[in-house]
């Protein structure tokens, strides 16, 4: 079943007037509705196009946040291949927020790391909606530390609405877990590629993403804290959360200008959650020009290069 978002209301109304033809054709074999339910399929595709035109910033949020988007475990069984899963941080425990190991990407040996939502209410609340405690951060840590150990060039597939806040990840130092995986991201001395796929929140999604290359999807968003968050502290009201998403200039587009972001991945339209096949092929080609552009350069070059990256965005975004 199709999930539909809030201004795609008149979209889901004619898709479903459109599948209603259609069910009514099958109960009875003489009724013929091909010629209608074309003309409302054609209708829905035109306005599909118009949607998704010009999103807004706030839009281009709840599109990131669409439930049925592919999500990091969909990319990893589909674009890498003999996948080994490491757990632990060995410290704590597991934690099932973030998941990552040894892979290969077109026969190349790499270590993927990301964050992982679920697509179900089982999987959801065995993932914690994809906000990591310290111990999947320190478990990060531990696998960049192999890559780098062992040359392995590292993927990360961001899409998190932050680090998980509760009294439990603070009491094993959720923020000193956070600094060092950001600090972890910037000493490695191998090729670092990471894609925001969904939603980059906070700290969270940066501890992944101090990378050689930063790509996003076209309706991904990457912030330092969500709309709702931003809106409560500015305004003391979550409901302003659209001015805030206009203010924050979270989109792609806008952090490509800014110098944040290298590339931007195409979505099919209507978002990659209306075609899941074409948005992972479209992030294992961008995957595979990436690594490619990094994969002959000497350790010290690529350190160099990506500090040099981060210290230059103060700067585009001051000319911007």
Same mark, same amino acid.
């Given at each position: ?79 890498f291949t ?21 892979? $290969?990407?077109?026969? $190349? ?23 990591? $405690? ?7 840590? $531990? ?45 490695v001395k ?10 980059? /929140?906070?700290? /969270? ?60 991945i195409p ?54």
């Open positions: 079943m199709q999930n539909y978002l809030e201004f795609e209301k008149p979209l889901a109304e004619i898709e479903g007037k459109a599948e209603e033809l259609r069910a009514l054709a099958r109960q009875n074999a003489e009724m013929d509705v091909t010629k209608e339910a074309e003309a409302l399929d054609k209708k829905a595709a035109d306005l599909l196009v118009e949607l998704y035109k010009d999103l807004t910033p706030w839009r281009k949020c709840q599109v990131a946040r669409h439930p049925d988007r592919p999500h990091c475990k969909d990319y990893i069984d589909t674009l003999e996948y080994t899963p490491l757990a632990g941080d060995r410290n704590f425990a597991d934690d099932h927020a973030v998941m990552g190991g040894l892979a $290969r990407f077109n026969d $190349r040996p790499v270590m993927v790391i990301g964050h992982e939502k679920g697509h179900d209410t089982k999987s959801r609340i065995e993932r914690n909606f994809g906000m990591a $405690r310290p111990e999947g951060y320190r478990k990060a840590i $531990r696998l960049m530390d192999l890559a780098d150990r062992f040359g392995l060039p590292i993927v990360t597939l961001v899409d998190t609405a932050g680090a998980y806040p509760g009294r439990g990840a603070e009491e094993r130092g959720a923020s000193e877990a956070i600094a060092r995986s950001t600090e972890k991201c910037l000493q191998v090729p670092l590629v990471s894609i925001v796929i969904g939603e980059g /929140g906070s700290g /969270g999604a940066v501890a992944f993403a101090g990378a050689n290359r930063v790509a996003m999807l076209e309706h991904s968003i990457f912030s330092v804290i969500t709309p709702e968050g931003c809106a409560s502290i500015l305004w003391r009201d979550a409901n302003k959360m659209r001015e805030a998403a206009e203010a924050m200039r979270l989109t792609a587009q806008d952090l490509v200008d800014l110098g944040v972001s290298d590339l931007i979505e099919p339209v209507g978002g990659a959650q209306r075609d899941r096949a074409a948005t992972i092929a479209n992030v294992g080609t961008a995957l595979e020009k990436m690594l490619r552009e990094l994969e002959e350069k000497s350790p010290e070059v690529i350190l160099q290069e990506r500090r040099q990256k981060f210290l230059e965005i103060g700067e585009k975004g001051l000319a911007a």
